[in-house]
């Protein structure tokens, strides 16, 4: 799996993953003091907004220009965002027309980035569920290592230390990503320099969308995973961590929050390393089982369990997740034409991101009704009935792991 395209590829995607887990931390704790909890909410919310509005034209671009030159562009784009940032709180406080005005730019930057990546490993790796596995154990230890670092450097230094050396970690990545050479059948897969070059370079913008949903709605394993899955964003993801960490900070403390955010770290590596190993001839059914044990996270923690039993929640719900994400990852990249992948990357990532931004925000309001302890009941049981649901369908139950593709004589 180690050859010269994926050893750059996994470089990019490590070095820009520690970066991106550094910048919760370091929005919180920079734009916090400035402009208040308002404003580091809607700081984070224009990001999101900016990606969910903008990503499916990021899967047309991917798929139309070539998902690598669309993540290189997208990397270059967040080294200048992140460098006036960085520059801009070396300076002083920055205005928050600033700050809101960066976050758009990134976000839809962002937008561009991510349907390529899934696009991106069939091309530079043999075996996808091999690579996807690697690349979950390698987020995982971003999210354990950048939080941490991130406040430790503007402790010792300032936000604007952190916010350039986000810069940096997306110039490295723009440069890995520049440097992998394509078969020149995957470079120009998908866009105008193929054999249909002539109908792309004239097919419309809403013509590629609607190649793209057409795509995604004829897997019904793939809509039907996608439906489950925003209503998980609403109901189980969506509201876990501003419950949990009012719950857990509130009875145990603060640190115990934090132990808990590391072990769930600590268990999508070994959810992630565990994907390495095994095989299962249906991924998406494995992935469903598995996900039957992220129902002990929400589960402990409405509980009130002592440490010990939250600590082995959280670790049993990162594995649990990890593994389906290598599941879901690799059936998606095996069963799709390699033409429209990105355009189908897109479109899952529109669905799963939407749901989660709205169990956000309905989190807060919703403790009207309810208490967190009884909304956390509420997200158990929803992930079981979302684990049932997947298995009640034949078309995710049942479908098979796709054959590795030979090696072309290109790889080096």
Not at 18 to 26: C, I, N, R, T, W
Not at 50 to 72: I, K, P, Q, S, Y
Not at 79 to 102: E, K
Request: glycine content about 12%; charged content about 10%.
């Amino acid at each position: 799996m180690w050859n010269r395209r994926f050893t750059l590829y996994f470089t990019a995607r490590a070095v820009s993953l520690l970066g991106d887990a550094m910048m919760p931390v370091a929005a919180a704790l920079a734009v916090g003091p400035l402009y208040g909890i308002s404003g580091v909410g809607l700081v984070l919310g224009v990001w999101t907004g900016t990606f969910v509005c903008l990503v499916l034209f990021g899967g047309v671009f991917a798929d139309r220009f070539g998902a690598r030159r669309m993540m290189v562009g997208a990397d270059v784009v967040r080294v200048l965002t992140q460098g006036v940032l960085a520059a801009a709180f070396f300076a002083g406080a920055p205005p928050f027309w600033l700050l809101v005005s960066m976050a758009a730019v990134a976000g839809a930057a962002v937008a561009m980035f991510l349907p390529g990546v899934n696009g991106m490993v069939p091309l530079v790796a043999r075996e996808p569920q091999r690579a996807n596995a690697t690349l979950k154990v390698a987020d995982a230890l971003a999210h354990l290592v950048g939080p941490a670092l991130a406040g430790l450097l503007i402790t010792l230094t300032s936000a604007g230390t952190v916010y350039a050396i986000d810069a940096g970690t997306f110039l490295i990545s723009a440069l890995c990503l520049g440097l992998i050479r394509l078969a020149p059948a995957a470079a120009h897969a998908g866009t105008p320099a193929d054999a249909d070059s002539g109908a792309r370079a004239s097919s419309s913008l809403r013509r590629d969308l609607r190649q793209g949903w057409q795509e995604f709605r004829a897997r019904t394993w793939m809509w039907a995973v996608i439906l489950i899955w925003m209503v998980y964003g609403v109901l189980v993801f969506g509201p876990l961590v501003p419950l949990s960490s009012a719950l857990v900070g509130a009875r145990l403390g603060p640190d115990a929050y934090g132990l808990a955010i590391s072990f769930l770290g600590a268990g999508t590596v070994l959810g992630g390393l565990l994907a390495l190993r095994l095989r299962p001839a249906r991924p998406l059914a494995a992935g469903a089982a598995a996900m039957a044990l992220y129902t002990v996270l929400p589960l402990c923690v409405a509980l009130s369990a002592d440490l010990p039993v939250l600590l082995t929640g959280h670790v049993l719900g990162g594995g649990a997740l990890a593994f389906w994400s290598v599941m879901w990852a690799t059936s998606v990249q095996t069963h799709t034409p390699q033409a429209v992948l990105n355009r189908v990357s897109a479109y899952e990532l529109a669905g799963s991101v939407s749901g989660i931004s709205l169990g956000q925000i309905v989190a807060g309001p919703a403790t009207a009704l309810a208490s967190p302890g009884r909304l956390l009941l509420v997200s158990a049981g929803a992930c079981l009935a979302g684990c049932a649901a997947l298995f009640a369908i034949p078309a995710i139950r049942t479908l098979s792991r796709a054959a590795p593709a030979p090696e072309d004589a290109g790889t080096r």
